[in-house]
C-alpha cells in the first residue's frame, strides 16, 4: 500500500510549519539556555508528526471480488452490530455496524459499496464521545446513501466525536461509488456508521479491527430489500 498525504491536511500541515518556525527559531537566536529550544524542537516534532500521522492517506486495493460484499468504509474497532430502525433515509429496520477511530487510524472514508450515490445530506448536532450510541442522531454527522447494482440502498453515516470538528463529504447524488475511491474525511476522531439490509451476514464482531477499502465486513443478500 503506497502512502501518501491527504489533501485536507496540506493546509493544516503548512500552517503548523510557520507556528513552528516562528516559535523556534527565535528561541535558536535568543535564548541564550541552549535546553530552551532544544526542548521545544523537540516537543514541536513530536507534535508535528504526530499532526503528519493523522493525516497520512494510504492508496488501497481491494483484492478479489467485491460483489455481493460490504468492505469496511473507515480503519478502526468495530464498536456496534445491532439490529435498529434508521428513520432518515431508509424508515425500515435495517444491522447497525459502527466503527470508532482513534486519532492514532487512518481517518479517510472509504465507499463500503461499488453503485450510485442516490442521497447526501449534512446535519449539525452535537459533538459528544463518537463511540456512544446516540451519537449516531444527535451529534455532527454526514449520510451519504449508495444503491447497489443489485438494487440495495446502503446507508453510511461520517460522525464527529468530542474531539472531530468537520466532517469533509466528497459523495453527492448522481456521483459513482467505487470502494477503492474516498467518501470523505473526518479530521480528528469519530465514528462511521453503516446500514444494511436485514439478512445480510456480518462478517466481523465488537472488537474487530477494520481496515477501509480492504476488510469485507459483511456479505449481502441482493433479494432482500431492495432499493426505492
Not at 521545544?40 to 493523522?54: E, G, I, M
Amino acid at each position: 500500500m503506497r502512502v501518501k498525504i491527504h489533501h485536507e491536511g496540506t493546509n493544516i500541515l503548512l500552517i503548523l510549519i510557520a507556528v513552528i518556525i516562528a516559535v523556534n527559531v527565535p528561541l535558536w537566536l535568543w535564548v541564550d539556555c541552549v535546553a530552551v529550544p532544544v526542548v521545544s524542537t523537540v516537543l514541536w516534532a513530536v507534535f508535528f508528526l504526530l499532526v503528519l500521522n493523522f493525516f497520512r492517506s494510504p492508496r488501497r486495493h481491494f483484492e478479489g471480488d467485491p460483489a455481493g460484499l460490504l468492505v469496511a468504509s473507515a480503519d478502526g474497532k468495530v464498536v456496534a452490530l445491532e439490529e435498529v430502525y434508521e428513520g432518515e433515509y431508509l424508515h425500515c429496520r435495517c444491522i447497525q455496524l459502527s466503527v470508532f477511530m482513534s486519532v492514532f487510524n487512518v481517518h479517510a472514508n472509504w465507499f463500503p459499496v461499488d453503485g450510485e450515490v442516490i442521497f447526501s445530506a449534512h446535519h449539525p448536532g452535537r459533538f459528544m464521545a463518537a463511540y456512544l450510541p446516540k451519537s449516531s442522531t444527535e451529534n455532527e454527522r454526514s449520510t451519504v446513501v449508495i444503491r447497489t447494482p443489485a438494487g440495495q440502498d446502503i446507508l453510511v453515516r461520517q460522525i464527529a466525536g468530542a474531539i472531530a470538528r468537520r466532517i469533509v463529504t466528497y459523495a453527492r447524488p448522481g456521483v459513482e461509488a467505487n470502494i477503492e475511491d474516498h467518501m470523505g474525511f473526518i479530521k480528528f476522531g469519530s465514528r462511521v456508521d453503516i446500514y444494511m439490509p436485514l439478512g445480510s451476514e456480518p462478517l466481523v464482531k465488537i472488537g474487530d479491527t477494520t481496515t477501509g477499502g480492504i476488510t469485507p465486513v459483511a456479505r449481502l443478500h441482493p433479494e432482500i430489500n431492495p432499493g426505492k
